[in-house]
């Protein structure tokens, strides 16, 4: 079982509406969880990180963490074509080493 | 300027080549980190530092040694290539002063191994 799932897409959404993008992880130790946004053939851009159970929002963005389910969410707003990337969700346990799901890939049509 | 570079960008190699990445910062964090990425396996950790003397083995090890010159400098090394390392390298920070583990990426490096 891989540590980190996310859910495969591609995930293709209408300009204006919300993009949900889930991600499961194995270890129940895990203690930070991050959203990193990669554009084709650059580099992971960090969009947001959650520690504690429930709801983080920053600007457009919403991370949802549920520790009990092992589930952590991104919900993107008002999507935008900008929008349009891979989005990875990267997993730390105590020792400070990240575990990045595949992630998912989002196309936000005009 | 960017904080973390990477030497080269792109590189073009042939098989049993010895090649070195190499990954600079200017962040100032004590952590440094070697990932290499492939079409949906997302991101997959070589080796880590978390300072000068301290190296450390990650899930991909094989085929691959690092060298920590300095807290700003991380390189990697292949001792000879060969065309399953075929791949996009990223050198990451992080910095455990600040209590977070963050992680920043460079610009990445993409290698072809013929």
């Known amino acids: 079982q891989k540590e980190v799932e996310q859910n495969s897409g591609p995930l293709s959404v209408p300009e204006g509406a919300i993009a949900s993008l889930n991600c499961t992880y194995s270890d129940r130790g895990s203690q930070s969880f991050f959203w990193y946004r990669q554009y084709s053939g650059k580099s992971p851009e960090l969009i947001m990180f959650i520690y504690s159970n429930g709801d983080k929002e920053d600007g457009r963005f919403t991370a949802q963490l549920n520790k009990a389910s092992q589930y952590v969410s991104l919900l993107i707003r008002d999507s935008q074509p900008s929008d349009s990337a891979t989005y990875l969700c990267a997993v730390n346990s105590n020792d400070y080493k990240l575990s990045f799901g595949a992630g998912t890939t989002v196309t936000v049509r005009a | 300027d960017a904080d973390v570079t990477q030497t080269p960008r792109n590189r073009i190699t042939k098989t049993g080549k010895r090649i070195m990445l190499e990954c600079s910062q200017t962040?100032?964090?004590?952590?440094m980190y070697w990932y290499r990425q492939d079409p949906g396996l997302g991101l997959r950790l070589i080796y880590y530092s978390f300072d000068v003397k301290d190296i450390n083995k990650g899930e991909i090890s094989d085929g691959y040694s690092v060298s920590r010159q300095a807290q700003a400098k991380f390189s990697l090394s292949l001792e000879s290539a060969i065309p399953n390392q075929t791949a996009l390298y990223f050198c990451?920070?992080?910095?455990?002063?600040?209590?977070?583990?963050?992680?920043?990426f460079g610009p990445g490096t993409r290698l072809t191994v013929l």
């Open positions: 962040k100032g964090h004590d952590r």
């Open positions: 990451a920070t992080s910095d455990f002063g600040q209590n977070t583990d963050t992680q920043y």
